[in-house]
């Protein structure tokens, strides 16, 4: 990475809203392994907005409840520790975005929805799957995408130049490596430390598109974050600045994972919680 560059991506990474104390305490969760349900129901309750918006998911068409819940600590006895959490975090990241002004050339909506959609696919394979850090995989997806939007934010230029690249048959990293120096996975990966995220999912997000071997006979998490990412724009939910190679099939894809049985259940979960996330993007 150069050093006008990295100095221009990491004043971008300073300019950033400030987290919030909620999703701050959300992200510190991720790296302790005795969180309880009562913990992450705690974070949300204090936070009347996010506590609003769980409520609302949880009285959605995705959980099909015949009364109305109108507690917290009840939303947790539906949802469970994950679910709540990943849910809490989808909605406290993308409150972050849209406290931002946007490049002309980005686009908010289509970064939203292909970031959670990967998240909800990359969970959903690492709940399934003999994978390290599987706790992961859902935070791996959602802010996977990050170094696009740095470089969006902070290079805009550069960002412009690569748009008229991508799609020519070249991997994004090679377009960025040309234009920056560096690559959208390297600038995500040094926020996600910066901002002292859990090591496996540095280095998920660092080496989301590359093929590393197993280690120590388990997946490793960027290889799901990498197929999830691909599955996305598959499923035609992709943005402009991602680039996907050829690839197999969907139908493909899950058989090669050993997961062709449990596809049309995956997938239909995956779309319902997409939805339902949608309302509040």
Known sequence: MDNVTRERAI????????FSPTLNRLLATLAKEDTS???IAGIVEKDTVLAGQVLKLVNSALF???????????AV??????RLRNLALSMSVIRLWKQMRAPEAWSPAAFNLHSVATAILADGLAQRLDVHYP??????????????????????AEFQAMLGEYGEGRAAEVI??????????ELAAMALAQWKLPLEVQRAVKHQHEWLPM????????????IAHDLAHQLEMGFDSCVVLEQPAIEVVFGDLGLAPEMDRILGAFRKE??????FF
């Open 37 to 39: 349900v009562a913990e």
């Open 274 to 279: 997409l939805e339902a996330l949608r309302a």
């Open 215 to 226: 280690r120590e006979g388990k997946r490793e998490l960027s290889s799901v974050l990498h």
């Open 176 to 185: 960025e490596h040309k234009f920056l120096g560096c690559s959208h996975s």
């Open 135 to 156: 706790e992961g995989a859902f935070i791996a997806g959602l802010l996977h995408g990050m170094g696009k939007m740095l470089i969006a934010f902070a290079l805009p």
């Open 77 to 82: 006895a539906i949802l469970g520790l994950n």
């Open 11 to 18: 004043t971008a990474l300073n300019q950033l809203p400030p």
């Open 64 to 74: 099909a409840r015949s009364g109305t819940i109108n507690s917290v600590s009840h």
